[in-house]
């Protein structure tokens, strides 16, 4: 006990990422604890384009964890680049 840092918390004798008193579980597998995970039960850490804002924030209806969340997620990027791209051409 004299080296315990969560001395209340019969769970932990150190703090961990969600501090005493606070699981640092991770019940989706994304190794983000549940105390700060942004997407509970989808990956936070999935990026498809690599903005530093997790996909599932960006797209909360599809599921990135799957194929197919992740087929329709690269097709709405693809398709948005397109968008982008024909609304900056100039008519002559």
Aim: charged letters at 20%; a negative charge; hydrophobic letters at 35%.
């Amino acid at each position: 006990d004299c080296n315990d840092s969560c001395p209340f918390d019969p769970d932990k004798t150190a703090p961990g990422i969600c501090g005493c008193g606070v699981s640092d579980v991770d019940s989706d597998g994304d190794t983000v604890p549940d105390c700060v995970d942004q997407c509970p039960g989808l990956n936070d850490l999935a990026d498809v384009n690599d903005d530093g804002i997790p996909d599932c924030i960006l797209f909360p209806a599809i599921p990135t964890t799957s194929d197919w969340g992740l087929t329709i997620l690269a097709l709405m990027l693809l398709i948005g680049a397109k968008i982008r791209s024909n609304s900056s051409t100039k008519c002559a």
